[in-house]
């Protein structure tokens, strides 16, 4: 029976451990975290309190036996890639798949060393102890996770501000009409905003902002993007700018395979997805077992990912070409509800892109008009 290690048990490497042990392989499954794997955009739910760390494990704790796993809560700290070998033990196949870490950018000021960053399941034990009604809370990043964050502080009872150096939200993917819409339904949650202004300093109590003013912060958090977690694939002598650059079918080396948010099979810098990383983990397993039966692989195709969020009654959807600037954006909605848009962007006739907010109706027969993901 072949024997296969993965490194790093989040979802890609989940899913790439269960693919190889139904295929009869000898699974070890390596993690550096204490606690079982988990569902990871649920932490910002555990953070705030309003879901227990427990109920969000990915599987039940005895389905890795079961399924003939060994998952060692043990850091891989040496990885040959050319013998296979790692923490000291040979095996047939490796599967690379260690994630991101939140990018922390450098702050000024006496308090930069409070800053905390939302990642691991550490990460929102600090937070939840942190994180009491009526404190004061600012988050620096107005993406899809400073956004769910906000939310759920404000619907925890902090008092929110968030800081948004760009001068839209979520990298301008909504547009200024939709984005007009979201940005209400944050305010009428109670949420300050402040967008298209920096970090001048972090202050014992405050941010300082670039513009003078200033906001209360007894706790900050930075939302700031992630990058992929690479030094052990480095130190190991593999390729790796802003992710470990595989070839088309996510292999590296002779039975090594490299899946989720730490690996980039094509000039695209890797994007942190649920969904991506495990159709990748999937895709590793096949193909190493499909190597190890002496046929090629299958070439990884980048899946058409949407950008969404749903926190109570606030809710976004976008699919497709929604950073383009050569579509026209048609609404489609008849306006009567302030809370609501929905609009589709074209390119000629053909609808490349979809924007909508406060609602998820009608989205999925719109989704099917998009073409192909080239
Ligand atoms: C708060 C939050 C909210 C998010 N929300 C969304 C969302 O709404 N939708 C979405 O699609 N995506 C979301 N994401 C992104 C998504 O969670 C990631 O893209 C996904 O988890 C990537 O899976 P992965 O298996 O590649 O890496 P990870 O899930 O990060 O797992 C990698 C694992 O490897 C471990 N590891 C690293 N090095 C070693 C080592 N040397 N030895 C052993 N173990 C190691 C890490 O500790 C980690 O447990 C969110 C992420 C966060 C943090």
Redesign the pocket.
Known sequence: MANVAV?????????AAFALAKAGVSVTL????AVA?YF?????AV?FGQTAATAIAIKPATAYEQAGITLKH????QLDVSAKVVNGQAYDGIIL????R?FLPKFNGVGAGRVKT???MEDAAKLQALSKPGATLTIIGGG??GL??ALRAASAGLQVTVVELAPALLGGVLGNNAEAVLRAALEAKGIALKIGVSVAEIDEAVVQLTDGTSVPAEIVLCSAG?RP?AT?ATNAGLLAEDGVRTNPDLSVAAGVYA?????RPTKQRP????????K??ALAANNLLSELAGNPGVAWKDPR?PL??KVDDVEFHTLGDVRATDVIEERIDDGSDARVWKSVLKRGDSVVGLRWIGTRAGFADWEKQLPPQA
Request: hydrophobic fraction near 55%; glycine fraction near 10%; include cysteine.
């Open positions: 490194i790093g048990a989040g979802h890609a490497g989940v899913e390596f993690s550096d975290e794997p990871r955009p649920r932490l910002i953070a043990e850091a891989v700290t798949a260690q994630g991101a939140p939302l990642w691991s899809v996770l769910e964050a992630a977690n052990l899946a989720g948010d730490l690996a994007v942190c997805a649920v969904m991506r990383a495990m990748m983990g990912l969404f969020m």
